[in-house]
T-cell receptor
Framework: SQTIHQWPATLVQPVGSPLSLECTVE??????LYWYRQAAGRGLQLLFY??????ISSEVPQNLSASRPQDRQFILSSKKLLLSDSGFYLC??????????????FGPGTRLTVL | AQSVSQHNHHVILSEAASLELGCNYS??????LFWYVQYPGQHLQLLLK??????LVKGIKGFEAEFIKSKFSFNLRKPSVQWSDTAEYFC???????????FGRGTSLIVHP
């Protein structure tokens, strides 16, 4: 069966520090991968998505970047965190075809607090 | 750009009450429709989905949703809610052929025992 991991679960970082959040998927190959930010009362904001290794599309211009160094690994990064980067970050994957086409499978999330 | 509207941001019900959460979208073509649920402390997970066929879709835990194409709506319903249905509910829409979903802002449901 497929599983998705995110780490760390919680993170407290000072303003101006770098960030690296990691997401890995097991049990599937060539998934579509997504990074979302969830804010209370504002739903899910899609940040980045990827349809393959090294292929990253950005939905919202901001202080963050994403990379996909391996098929089932998706990394969210920042060189210098801002206070406004605080939030709950979710990784998700989907399959491009088949029974579960377009269904999103979400990870447990990372709670980031920037102080 | 397409949008998804969830009209009820906060809903408070007593157990056994009926539930209907509204979802409307703006895309005019073929769509895939989803409802996701996030129980306290748990992952977001799929509640139900519509791709084609019978517009009345049944999901887990007694939930159902009806796709009304003429109204661009996909409302979620449950005839009798339970305390364990307390959660946040998100509607999502993918235009046909697209793997990029648009999510609504979510509805927080609190069910009092």
């Amino acid at each position: 069966s497929q599983t998705i991991h995110q780490w760390p679960a919680t993170l407290v970082q000072p303003v101006g520090s770098p960030l690296s959040l990691e997401c890995t998927v097991e049990g599937t190959s060539n998934p579509n991968l997504y990074w979302y930010r969830q804010a209370a009362g504002r739903g899910l904001q899609l940040l980045f998505y990827s349809v393959g290794i090294g292929q990253i599309s950005s939905e919202v211009p901001q202080n963050l970047s994403a990379s996909r160094p391996q098929d089932r690994q998706f990394i969210l990064s920042s060189k210098k965190l801002l206070l406004s980067d605080s939030g709950f970050y979710l990784c998700a994957w989907s399959v491009p075809r088949g029974q579960h086409y377009n269904e999103q499978f979400f990870g447990p999330g990372t709670r980031l607090t920037v102080l | 750009a397409q949008s998804v509207s969830q009209h009820n941001h906060h809903v408070i019900l007593s157990e056994a009450a009926s539930l209907e959460l509204g979802c409307n979208y703006s895309y005019g073509g073929t769509v895939n429709l989803f409802w996701y649920v996030q129980y306290p402390g748990q992952h977001l997970q799929l509640l139900l989905k519509y791709f084609s066929g019978d517009p009345l879709v049944k999901g887990i835990k007694g939930f159902e949703a009806e796709f009304i194409k003429s109204k661009f709506s996909f409302n979620l319903r449950k005839p009798s809610v339970q305390w364990s249905d307390t959660a946040e509910y998100f509607c999502a829409v993918n235009p046909g052929g697209s793997y990029i979903p648009t999510f609504g802002r979510g509805t927080s449901l609190i069910v009092h025992p």
